[in-house]
C-alpha cells in the first residue's frame, strides 16, 4: 500500500473510534480499554511511522544500565546514560528505572490511565492526555500535555521540546536538552593498513625534502657545504644556537612588529614583514635539517671509502644517503607503533630526535648566516699554521708537521 492511502486508511480507522467513548471507558484493567488502546496505537502508527514500533522495556538484570530519573538536575549526565543504555536493534535495549517503568517509541497516556512512577520514553513522544504522578523524560522525543492531562513532577525532553495544551498542567519544571552529537564508534583499523598509511606518509614527507635538497645543492651547494661544514665541526656549539634560536624566535618577531608599528610608512610594510620572516624562518629551518642529511651522508661515504668501497662523492650522493638514515629513525615507529605502550614511547624517541637534527641544523645556519661564514665550519688555518717554520716540506693537514732541523757550528 502507498503512503498516502496507508495514512487514510489509519486516519479513518482512529475516526471510528469516538473520543467520548474513550473518555467514558472504566478505569480498571477489563475490555474497557480495548477501544482507546486501538485508537493511541493507530495514531501512533500514523504519527510516528518512521520511529521504532512503541513496545515496554523490560528491566536489566543486577549487571544491567540503570537510571534514576527522580531527580533531573543533571541532564546531561542523565542523557549519557540513556544513550549507552540503547542496543541495535533497539527491541534488544534493557534497561531499569528507579521507581518507574521505561519504553520505546511514541506512547500516549489516556485520560481514563494514571501512571503512577516516573515515565522514560526512549526514541520516541510522549502525549500526556490522563495523569502521570512522577517525572517524564523522553530521548529523542517531545512531551506534550493536552487539555485534561497532568504532570505531577518534572519534565525533561532530551533532544525534544515540551508543549502544554490548553489546560494541560506541569506541577514540576520543565527542561529542554538539545541532543549531544553522537559520534558513530569507530572500527578498528587493521594494523597493516596502519603501517602502510604511516609508511606512505612518511615516504611522501621524504619525497618532498628528497627534492628540495636536490634543488639546494643545485642552486646553492657552497652555501650547503659551508652549513654541512659547520654541523660536522661544531655540533654542540650548533645546538645550543639552535636552542636559543627557537627561544628568541617569537621575541623577535614581536620586536620587529612593534619596531614597524611606530611609524607609518613601517605599519605598512608590516603584513610584508610578517610573510618576510615566517619565510626565513621556514627556510633556515629546513635548510639546516638538510645541512645536518648532507653532512651526515658525507660522514658515511667517507667512512665507506676508506674501507675502500668505490663510490662518487657527491653532494647528491650525500643528502639521499642522510635522509634515508634519517628515515631510520621513524621506521621502528612505523613497524611497532601499533603497540598501545611501545607505539607511543618509539613515537616520542623519534620525534625527539627528529627536533635535536632539525635544532642543530637551525643553529648551524644561524651561526654560519645561511652559509655565508666560515668561522664555525673547520676551514680557517690558524695563524701559527701559517709560520714557514710549521710550513715546511709538509701539507697544512693530513700529517702531523714536522720542525726544520736547526743548523749545526761547524
Known sequence: MRAGNRHAALLFLAALIPAASVAAAPVGDGMGHVPERLRRLLLGALLYEGGPAPQAVRAADSTGPT????RLDQPVRLERELRAALRKPISATRLTVTGGTARIGAYSVGSAETIHGHLVILEGSAEVHGRVEGNVVTLDGDVTVFPGG?????????????HRVGNGSISGTEQELAAATTVPDAQPVPILTRIVGRAAGLTGLLVVLLVLGLGLVTFGRPNLEIVSDTVAHSFGRSF?????????????????????ALTIAGALLIPFAVAVYVLVVVVTTIG???AVAHAAGERVSHRRMARGVS???????YIVTGLGMAAMIWLAWIIFGWVPVAGT???????????????????????SRGGMREHFAG?????????DEYLWATPQFGVPAVKRPEKRDE
Not at 151 to 162: F, P, S
Open 67 to 70: 537510571v534514576n530519573p527522580s
Open 150 to 162: 497532568s504532570i505531577a513532577g518534572d519534565v525533561l525532553a532530551i533532544g525534544g521540546a515540551v
Open 240 to 260: 645550543l644556537a639552535g636552542l636559543l634560536g627557537q627561544v628568541l624566535v617569537l621575541p623577535t618577531f614581536g620586536m620587529l612588529v612593534i619596531g614597524l
Open 288 to 290: 639546516g635539517l638538510l
Open 311 to 317: 663510490i662518487s662523492p657527491n653532494s647528491y650522493r
Open 345 to 367: 614511547l618509539m613515537l616520542t624517541a623519534a620525534g625527539l630526535a627528529t627536533w635535536s637534527l632539525a635544532t642543530v641544523g637551525f643553529g648551524a645556519a644561524l651561526l
Open 379 to 387: 676551514r680557517l688555518i690558524s695563524p701559527e699554521m701559517m709560520t
